[in-house]
Nanobody, 124 residues
Framework: VQLQASGGGLVQAGGSLRLSCVASGPTFGSYTMAWFRQTPGKEREFVGGISWSAVLTYYADSVKGRFTISRDNAKNTVYLQMHSLNPEDTAVYHC??????????????????WGQGTLVTVSS
């Protein structure tokens, strides 16, 4: 499975962005998907996840109420809608896929496939 993330860019504090991640292959619909983010010198941080059926979503406390994860299995795509962005949200955002469809993981080592990342920069 290959994951291609896009949608990052420069935005002012208080603004919004929507990230997309397109997956190759026919099994996307069976994976738990998630977004992580990383800044230089820091560990990769969980942002939000979504179950294979899209019934369940879960978020880091730092983004709850501001970010929304969703997926369209017909398009092999997972999204991250981000509102009320602040400079602390500046990071490279990565999408990830977990072959274990019954796990709702928050740790990077629980995910099997990773996208290359897309940079989000929030200016103050």
């Amino acid at each position: 499975v290959q994951l291609q993330a896009s949608g990052g860019g420069l935005v002012q504090a208080g603004g919004s962005l929507r990230l997309s991640c397109v997956a190759s292959g026919p099994t996307f619909g069976s994976y738990t998907m998630a977004w992580f983010r990383q800044t230089p010198g820091k560990e990769r941080e969980f942002v939000g996840g979504i179950s294979w059926s899209a019934v369940l979503t879960y978020y880091a406390d730092s983004v709850k109420g501001r970010f929304t994860i969703s997926r369209d299995n017909a398009k092999n795509t997972v999204y991250l809608q981000m509102h009320s962005l602040n400079p602390e949200d500046t990071a490279v955002y990565h999408c990830a896929a977990d072959r274990d469809r019954y796990r709702l993981g928050r740790r990077p080592n629980e995910y099997d496939y990773w996208g290359q990342g897309t940079l989000v920069t929030v200016s103050s």
